[in-house]
Structures are given as C-alpha cells and as structure tokens.
C-alpha cells in the first residue's frame, strides 16, 4: 500500500500559479508590510511553505506567492498537497485563511511595540481619546445639543475618497503606561465645514 507524504520542495518562483478563486485578499497597506516581512526574514517561508496542488496552483499562501515575487525571489519553499480532491481542496483555501481565537489585547499592550506590531501587519483596536481641539475622534458620546448624520462605506476606495477630501489623518492613541496603542480614522468634524470641503472637491 503507498504512504501519502508531504513533499517539500525549493522550485523555480515562476512554475507557482496564483489561485483566481481565492476569496482572500490583503489591503495595499497590509501588501507592502509582507513584502517588507519577507524581504527581512525570507527564513518564515522555508519555516512555513506555500501550499499547492500537483497544478501547481496555490492552496495556501497565494498573497505571500504575490509578495514573494514583488520582493524580487527566485525560488520559494512549497509543499505539495497531493492526496486532496477537488471538494477538499476548496475546504483548505477556506479553513487555511480563517482566523481562530483571540488576543490579549492587555498583554499586547503592556509587552509588544505597537508600532512593529503593526508593522507586522496586526491590526490593532482603536481607542478612544478626548480632544480639545481640532478634530475629535469617533466614540458613542454625543453632544445632544447638535444634528449628526452618520457615513457608511462599503468599499474602501469609496472611504478613502472621503478622507482625502476632508484631510482626515490618523492618530495614535495612548495606553495609561504611555505606550502607543493604535491609530484610528473615525471621526467627528464640523459639518459646514464638509460640506465646504465636499463642494470644493
């Protein structure tokens, strides 16, 4: 009776395909720091290989594939899944991207960089921080005596739109150590003034 194994391989970049039914994507932000993760410790992909099919289409890894080729590689590490059926292999690009568990968000705080953290790619939550001037940052206390209108988007290019126009910038909050904590975009501007700014645009 023949043994499944699992084959490790170094191989040429360009015999990978990237998979087009792939539902997970990652954010030009986010797509930047693998590139930069990668190009720092290239040691993570021989720890942890791209995973593909005897096509040589990925199952696992397609952004980190896109990321290696901007980061300039010749050769990646891959692991061949060759006892999968078709069925099975659409279950693994799924369950390989979902994410399981929590953070400690107080350890996070108290023992990590937010800033590498972030660099990292780890989206960190967003804390509320009181303003005296200026804009003033998102929460659920309102002022009663003002008309509020709430805007909600979808897409991100939609938001990023926005934010350009309203020259809305990211802040970071802080813990009660002093430690950086997060950055944040939600807002609560003045609305004359977006409407000044939306006319303008």
């Not at 590490?77 to 369950?95: G, Y």
């Not at 001037?133 to 926005?162: H, M």
Request: aromatic share 8%; hydrophobic share 40%.
């Amino acid at each position: 009776m023949k043994m499944n194994t699992i084959q490790i391989e170094l191989i040429e970049i360009e015999k990978v395909k990237t998979n087009p039914n792939n539902p997970r994507i990652i954010k030009d932000d986010k797509f930047k720091k693998l590139v930069k993760s990668i190009q720092e410790f290239p040691k993570m992909l021989e720890i942890r290989p791209i995973v593909v099919n005897d096509q040589m289409i990925v199952l696992g890894g397609n952004m980190r594939l896109k990321a290696c080729i901007e980061a300039g590689l010749k050769k990646i590490h891959v692991i061949k899944a060759n006892t999968l059926s078709e069925e099975q292999q659409k279950e693994f690009i799924i369950k390989d991207n979902v994410g399981f568990g929590e953070w400690d968000w107080d350890d996070i705080a108290e023992n990590w960089d937010a800033e590498q953290l972030e660099d990292w790619g780890l989206d960190l939550p967003i804390e509320n921080e009181a303003k005296t001037e200026g804009e003033i940052i998102f929460s659920n206390e309102l002022d009663f005596e003002s008309n509020y209108v709430v805007l909600k988007f979808s897409k991100d290019i939609d938001f990023l739109n926005i934010q350009t126009i309203l020259n809305l910038e990211s802040t970071y909050s802080k813990r009660a150590n002093g430690k950086p904590w997060s950055k944040g975009i939600g807002r609560v501007v003045d609305g004359v003034d977006a409407i000044i700014k939306i006319k303008e645009s």
